[in-house]
C-alpha cells in the first residue's frame, strides 16, 4: 500500500489492479492474525472474565 501511493505520489505509473487487490488482503490477514492472537490468549488463560479491556470475540464465545 505504501509503495503504490509512492508510485502514485512520485509521478510513476499507477497500476490500479494489484492495488486495489492488495486492500482486501492486508485486512483479511489483519482479521484473521488478531482472531488467532484472541485464540491463543484464551487458550493460554491470558483472556478471562476478569480481564479489562475491549470484549474479545473468543472470551465473549463469539467464535468457540
Given at each position: 500500500l505504501v ?12 497500476h ?10 492486508y485486512f ?13 490468549d ?7 472474565k ?11 464465545g463469539?467464535f468457540?
Open positions: 509503495g503504490s501511493a509512492v508510485a502514485w505520489g512520485g509521478g510513476g505509473e499507477m490500479w489492479g494489484p492495488a486495489l487487490c492488495a486492500l482486501p488482503a483479511f490477514i489483519q482479521i484473521g492474525t488478531n482472531l488467532v492472537n484472541d485464540a491463543c484464551f487458550d493460554r488463560g491470558a483472556d478471562t476478569e480481564r479489562t479491556g475491549p470484549v474479545r470475540v473468543t472470551q465473549a463469539v468457540s
